[in-house]
């Protein structure tokens, strides 16, 4: 990630206000308040990550990894994760059962990675500024980091690594805002060809590998930076109100907080520029 001593926008910061929850993202990142609990998605999710880097890393050099290696090393670091997040809560199996879980996982995205896939970067971060359809420049840019970059013929492709409970709806391949983000950013860094592709690790009974190749066009663009703007507005207003019974609420680690909201004095919002680091 580019270090950033600017405020900024990111596409989680910007996912979690818009499509998350308001009041989940002030608790958050702006009130800077501890969670009661993490879910083990996070560390999971991190553990699968540094496992694909380090194959991902071997491959630009012109080595390969096993399916063995990569199950061993995803032993270590799920390991690692686990020690170091604190206040870890399983809500959906335990340590062993994730282990034997993300071991078949890795094995199966080794083995449906193509031996000539044509790494072009991984981690690679970028910063751009957000131009509305008047050219109008919003005050913080967009930054963010690209998992792997991947060159198809004459084409750049921004590969997101994801593990999910089930494979993804036409709803979310259209309108998620996580292409939107990293394609405009491609866009402004002057590859307006490109376009991304979720690999995707299905955690079914039997583990499933899939990718889903999407685009998105300059109207699309041109609504992400109004979104943006809006959000901001709402922020700088403080209104954070509780997106009560989502599907996001159960791995919440505000509940506490949340259940008691509506009890306290509105508190102030956070100085934006607090946003910087979040
Ligand atoms: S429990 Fe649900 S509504 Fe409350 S802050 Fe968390 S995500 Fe938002």
């Not at 190749?213 to 703007?229: G, I, N, W």
């Not at 507005?233 to 509780?242: Q, R």
């Not at 159960?250 to 509940?255: F, I, N, R």
């Amino acid at each position: 990630m580019i270090k950033s001593d600017r405020e900024h926008w990111s596409y989680s910061q910007i996912n979690q206000f818009l499509k998350i929850c308001p009041l989940q993202f002030a608790f958050q990142r702006l009130f800077r308040m501890q969670p009661e609990f993490v879910t083990e998605n996070m560390p999971f999710g991190s553990a699968i990550h540094r496992t694909a880097e380090y194959f991902w890393a071997k491959r630009v050099k012109g080595q390969d990894v096993t399916s063995d290696e990569l199950a061993a090393l995803f032993a270590d670091v799920w390991q690692r994760e686990v020690a170091d997040t604190p206040n870890l809560r399983f809500q959906r199996g335990d340590f062993d059962s994730l282990l034997s879980q993300g071991q078949q996982l890795i094995r199966v995205y080794r083995e449906n990675i193509p031996d000539d896939l044509d790494i072009v970067g991984f981690n690679v971060p970028f910063q751009v500024p957000l131009i509305d359809r008047q050219g109008e420049v919003l005050e913080k840019p967009l930054v963010g980091e690209i998992d792997l970059l991947v060159r198809h013929g004459d084409r750049l492709c921004a590969v997101e690594l994801k593990t999910a409970g089930q494979r993804y709806s036409e709803s979310k391949l259209a309108s998620d805002l996580q292409p939107t983000v990293y394609l405009y950013a491609l866009r402004i860094m002057g590859h307006e060809n490109s376009f991304f592709r979720w690999d995707v690790l299905v955690k079914t009974k039997t583990p499933a590998f899939e990718q889903y190749s999407v685009s998105r066009t300059e109207h699309d663009f041109h609504r992400l930076v109004e979104l943006v703007r809006y959000a901001e507005i709402m922020i700088n207003s403080g209104l954070f109100l509780p997106n009560d019974g989502s599907s996001f609420c159960p791995g919440c680690g505000y509940q506490t907080a949340c259940q008691n909201w509506h009890l306290s004095d509105s508190p102030e919002p956070a100085p934006a520029c607090q946003l910087a680091h979040a």
